[in-house]
Structures are given as structure tokens and as C-alpha cells.
């Protein structure tokens, strides 16, 4: 989104959302008019709670989830506006890595079968299949003894590996990660983001990482917005945005997230209440019932997304103070 | 020191599994004493949620053995029959999981759990008596509207809301030991900020010791008095929280810390422990961390016994 500031060339980006409305059956607003930008070569995390929209945002991005309002562009292309025969077009612009990479893995192929599906689906010249696969075996570390086995019968880590490598092989220009990291154990995160870094520097994608997890966010990064009840309230650079967070809710957010060390521990905010349903999303800020910050005008009128220090976009009228 | 409130001696457990006895806990030896908050972390597979269930006896169907000592306040638990130990579970310990619905029944309100759970700990409270206990809990653990709190159904609660109830549940029982399994892993990071201030506030008033099992070190970190290091089924450090974070003794522990995104500063490649956790249906012999520790040597062909290292701060390595 800040490339919107720095004028970057919308030729540059590879996927733009705009006011991004998606609702569900029962009045339930998941997206409430999210506006992102994606430049080329760029990581970008997405951070909420329950019910923030985060996972619908990374949905509709990759053709996922029809919106009922605003706009879903991937290089430059409307994506619901795709004819039925286009869908293979967008496939090589956006792939998605799933948080279960088990299940994601059909039960029935083999290794070997799972890496050549897409290029099967894609009609890509069979001399190029075997190239491509090989050449994901060595990216990601995959062990050539294991093509002939079906997902069961490899560990969770290489089944994690194959499921990028499917979303990797057709070199799409974007991939959508929804919790990468939930559900590993600590001792082998790391494996993953590294494998993660090692894509990127290889194949250049741009990257949306979709996660509760602050600290992962913070170190693979390049940008950051942060969800509220379907909206975005604050963005910017990740580093600059981690120290010094202008969004009541950020901040929170980050003084939230239990620290070892005591000495870089931060003064903690426990924020009252609930997340709002958002069936009935707040008047106003729709942060505003939890807002330690939050005043009467708070309640009335809705805070647009504004620049609220260089670089750092947020919707609030009573920001935190900038400390320098 | 005076005798500690549970004294847990060479704790082992076993499991029949599809392919072969599972090891799950292997002489596991432990003193917790009164009034503290001790945290237990470990990853998956390291036998912390069966180290709670071992201590309720509430072990699954497919249980193989289960020897050794579990003393509270000199009792041991291992020794007592199903009716003694229906006596302890919920009354002398109590529990709260990770899904709190598992453990609330749709078709009662919050009022009914809330009073049945007292019965058999307060024969000598009237109904009304345990009515007013059970609104006095629920304001103390944060439920805005205690009166229309009792008159909840389950479902009508936000999983925070449903974590408080459980802990109101489990206190009005007014256990010596409350045993917290996973139990803020499932919220929101704001909502389980929220329930480790109330833990933390609940201190001044329950007299009792919390287990706060978890996998997150920073939550450990912050809430715990002392922290309990496993891995593959044994303890493999313990002590005070502060010295066991900001001077781990076992490989381990350091390995895993090291392994902490926050502890990082910045550098390009991310750390992990190589290798996996091993099998427990063979697990190697001799000291269980060794395949994975950098620091290995001859001697870790054997299995090396808990040590104090320093008051309170123990480990099980043989490297100095």
C-alpha cells in the first residue's frame, strides 16, 4: 500500500485490492472496504484476531472468494471479471500455501504425482516436467526417495515442502500464505521460514503471509497492516510500524505478545472486553468499545485510513503519540 | 524446606500403540510446592499434557503401565481406588483445558455447572449458598453480568468468556493444585492477555498451586514462578523461571531458546533444531536429547540423572 505513496507505477504491482467488500450469508461483513496494494518482490504481512478478515482477504486475493464490493487485481487484470477458460491464467499468477499442509495434500498421489499436477493442468511440455520438479527438489530440500510415496508416509516437515514446492513450480508472481507457521513447534520454525527467505530470493515472488504470530511477521516482512472487524487500521514499513505502532489497537497488539527477555518486555495493555461480533460491528471506530484511547467522536464518525506519520498509514483520531 | 505439596518420584508411563509400547513419560521426578505458579513447557510429543492427565489419573483406555509415586501431601494417588480417587479429582485438583467446551454441557446453563461443581466439595452449603458462591466467582474472574452469566448456556459464550466460567468452575472447588493445559492457546492474543492478568490477579486469593502447561516460552516467561523443561517424555531442566530462562543448563533448553524469533537480533538464516523428536516407541538409550545436541560426547550413552546445579535450578546433562 505505500508504494500508493512513494508513486510507484501501477505497472509495478502485482496484485491490487480496492475497497474490498465481502459479505457473507446473515449479515455478516467480513471485509468492510480494505484497500492493498502488492509491489513486485515484496513481503507483505497481514496481522488480526478473530474475525478480522484476514483469511478473507487471502481468499479473494487468490480467486477464492467472490467479492460483493470493490476490486481484486492481479497484475493489472480485474480476477472475478476472468472467463471461465482464464482460470489457468490466474493459477500461474497467485498460489496459495495452506496451513495444514497434510490435508492439502491429496491422500491417493504419490510425491511424484502431487509436483507434476500442475504442471499437467498447465499443458506445460512434458521435457520441461521433470527439470521443474527436480530442479524443487533441490530448492526445498526434498528427498528423491520420497516421489514414489504417497503424503501419509512422509514426515509432517517434507509434506510441508511439497506442498510449497506445488505452489512454487509454476513460478507464479504471488503466494498467499495463511499461517505458514500455526502449528509447528518452535524447534522447527525456523526450517520453514528459512525455506521461505530461500524462495524469495531465488524466485522473486511477491509475498502475502497471513499470521497471528507478531514475532514471525516481524522478521519476514517487508510491510505490514494490521485487521480490525474487517478493516485495515494501520500500515506501514514492519520495522517502523513494531516500534512505533500509532493505532490504539496495534499497539495493544504488540504489548499483548508474551516476551522472554524481561528486559525488552513492554509495559503490558489488556485491552477490556471482546472482539465484536461482525454480524453487528460497532458505530464509529469499530475499535472504539475496546479503545483505551477512545473519546465521543470516536463512537459517532468512522476514522478514515490517513497517513499518520511518514510512510505509516492508520485510522484513528487520536493516534498514539509518536515517540521518536 | 518443608515437605512439598506434590512429590512426583520416578514417574514412567507407557501406552500400547498400532506400532509398539509408547513411552510417553519416563521417570519423571518432580517437587512442587505450595502457593506457585509452575510452568510446564516442552513441544509436541513431550509429554506434558500426559504428566497432567498421569497426576488425575485420568490416563486413556490404551494405558500399558503406570508405575512410580505421586504424593500429594503424602498420599500417594497411584495407590488409591477409582472411589478414593474420584475424592481428589476435581476437589483436591482440578483441571482446565485447552477447548472449554469439551468440558461445558450444552444443555446446562453456567448456574448448573457452576453449583453441581460445588456439591460434592460443599456438602455442608445450601443450594442458595452455592448460588451466591458461584455469582461471587463469577465477578471475581471478570464476567461483566454475573446474574446473566449464570443464566448462560455455553454457547453463548466467546471462548474468553467460556475460559473464564472454567476457572471460576475449577476455583469454586478450592483445589490444592489447578492444572491449566493449553488453556489460552485457542484465544485471541488480546483475550489470553486478559486470562493471564486474571491468573496472575487470582493469586492474592487462591492459596492453591497453578500447573500452566504450555508450549509458549514467553507466556512461561512472564506468568511462571518456575518453569518445567520436557522433552520425549522426560524432564530435562527445572528451576526458578528467571535463572532457567536467562541461564539455561541444558542443551535443550538453550537449543530451544535459541530457536525464539525474539531472541534473534535480525540475522539472515532463521534457527532450528536439526532432527526430529524421536520415536518413543524405541527411544534411543542413554540421554534422550543426545542424537539432536551439538555437545555430545561417550558419556551420553548414558541416560543422565536430574541434577541441582545451583538452589532449585536442575538438569540433566552430564556437561558441567
Redesign the interface.
Known amino acids: 500500500m505505500l508504494a500508493a505513496l512513494t508513486a510507484a507505477s501501477p505497472s509495478a504491482l502485482v496484485a491490487e485490492v480496492r475497497d474490498l467488500e465481502i459479505r457473507f450469508g446473515g449479515g455478516v461483513q467480513a471485509l468492510a472496504g480494505v484497500t492493498l496494494q502488492i509491489p513486485a518482490q515484496t513481503t507483505i504481512g497481514i496481522v488480526g484476531e478473530s474475525g478480522s478478515g484476514k483469511t478473507t482477504l487471502a481468499k479473494a486475493l487468490v480467486g477464492l472468494r467472490r467479492p460483493t464490493g470493490g476490486l481484486v487485481r492481479l497484475a493489472g487484470r480485474d480476477v472475478y471479471a476472468l472467463a471461465g477458460g482464464e482460470r489457468t491464467w490466474l493459477s500461474r499468477q497467485v498460489q496459495m500455501i495452506f496451513q495444514d499442509p497434510v490435508s492439502s495434500l491429496s491422500p491417493r498421489f504419490t510425491i511424484r504425482e502431487l509436483l507434476a499436477e500442475p504442471l499437467r493442468i498447465h499443458r506445460l511440455p512434458l521435457a520441461e516436467h521433470w527439470p521443474r520438479i527436480s530442479d524443487m527438489l533441490e530448492v526445498l530440500g526434498i528427498r528423491k526417495s520420497l516421489l514414489d510415496r504417497y503424503p501419509h508416509q512422509i514426515s509432517g516437515g517434507q509434506a510441508r515442502r511439497v506442498s510449497i514446492a506445488r505452489a512454487l513450480v509454476l513460478e507464479p508472481r504471488l503466494i498467499v500464505a495463511d499461517e505458514p507457521t500455526a502449528g509447528l513447534d518452535v524447534s522447527i520454525q525456523g526450517e520453514l521460514l528459512n525455506l521461505l527467505q530461500r524462495v524469495r530470493q531465488l524466485y522473486g515472488p511477491s509475498l502475502l503471509v497471513v499470521s497471528h504470530n507478531l514475532s514471525v511477521i516481524r522478521r519476514i516482512t517487508d510491510e505490514v497492516g494490521v485487521m480490525y472487524l474487517g478493516k485495515m487500521v494501520e500500515y506501514g514499513a514492519t520495522e517502523r510500524l513494531f516500534r512505533t505502532p500509532r493505532h490504539p489497537y496495534t499497539e495493544a497488539l504488540i504489548s499483548a505478545n508474551p516476551v522472554i527477555d524481561p528486559n525488552k518486555r513492554r509495559a503490558k495493555i489488556v485491552l477490556a472486553g471482546e472482539i465484536p461480533s461482525p454480524r453487528n460491528p460497532p458505530s464509529g471506530c469499530r475499535f472504539h468499545t475496546r479503545c483505551p484511547r477512545a473519546r465521543e467522536r470516536c463512537r459517532a464518525e468512522e476514522p478514515s485510513l490517513g497517513e499518520l506519520a511518514p510512510g505509516q498509514l492508520g485510522a484513528c483520531f487520536y493516534p498514539v503519540p509518536y515517540i521518536h | 524446606m518443608s515437605e512439598p505439596l506434590l512429590r512426583i518420584e520416578d514417574l514412567s508411563v507407557s501406552f500400547a500403540g498400532d506400532q509398539g509400547v509408547v513411552h510417553a513419560l519416563s521417570q519423571v521426578t518432580l517437587d512442587i510446592q505450595r502457593g506457585r505458579i509452575i510452568g510446564i513447557v516442552g513441544?509436541?510429543g513431550s509429554g506434558k499434557s500426559t504428566l497432567a492427565l498421569a497426576l488425575l489419573r485420568l490416563l486413556p483406555g490404551n494405558l500399558l503401565d503406570c508405575s512410580g509415586r505421586i504424593l500429594l501431601e503424602g498420599t500417594d494417588l497411584l495407590k488409591l481406588s477409582q472411589a478414593q480417587m474420584r475424592g481428589v479429582r476435581g476437589r483436591r485438583i482440578s483441571m482446565i483445558f485447552q477447548d472449554p467446551m469439551s468440558s461445558l454441557n450444552p444443555v446446562f446453563t453456567v448456574e448448573t455447572h457452576l453449583i453441581d461443581a460445588q456439591r460434592a466439595s460443599r456438602p455442608d452449603l445450601s443450594t442458595s449458598e452455592m448460588r451466591q458462591r458461584a455469582l461471587e466467582m463469577l465477578a471475581k474472574v471478570g464476567i461483566p453480568d454475573p446474574p446473566a452469566g449464570l443464566r448462560a448456556y455455553p454457547h453463548q459464550l466467546?471462548g474468553?468468556?467460556r475460559q473464564r466460567t472454567m476457572i471460576a468452575m475449577a476455583l469454586l472447588t478450592e483445589p490444592a493444585i489447578l492444572i491449566a493445559d493449553e488453556a489460552t492457546t485457542a484465544l485471541?492474543?488480546?483475550?489470553?492477555?486478559?486470562i493471564?492478568?486474571l491468573i496472575r490477579a487470582l493469586r492474592s486469593d487462591y492459596a492453591g498451586t497453578i500447573l500452566f502447561i504450555s508450549?509458549?516460552?514467553?507466556?512461561v516467561?512472564?506468568l511462571c514462578d518456575e518453569v518445567v523443561v520436557m522433552y520425549a517424555g522426560t524432564v530435562v531442566e527445572s528451576g526458578p523461571s528467571?535463572a532457567v530462562?536467562a541461564k539455561p543448563q541444558h542443551p535443550y533448553t538453550r537449543?530451544?531458546?535459541e530457536?525464539?524469533?525474539?531472541?534473534?537480533d535480525?540475522a539472515?538464516?532463521?534457527?532450528?533444531?536439526p532432527g526430529?523428536v524421536p520415536s518413543l516407541i524405541d527411544p534411543p538409550g542413554g540421554c534422550i536429547f543426545a542424537p539432536r545436541c551439538r555437545s555430545r560426547f561417550d558419556r551420553c550413552l548414558t541416560a543422565p540423572p536430574l541434577i541441582e546445579r545451583e538452589s532449585g535450578h536442575r538438569a540433566a546433562c552430564w556437561l558441567p
Open positions: 513441544e509436541s466467546s474468553g468468556m485471541d492474543v488480546t483475550i489470553e492477555a486478559q493471564v492478568a508450549h509458549s516460552l514467553g507466556l516467561a512472564e528467571a530462562f537449543a530451544l531458546l530457536c525464539e524469533l525474539d531472541l534473534q535480525g539472515d538464516r532463521f534457527v532450528s533444531i526430529e
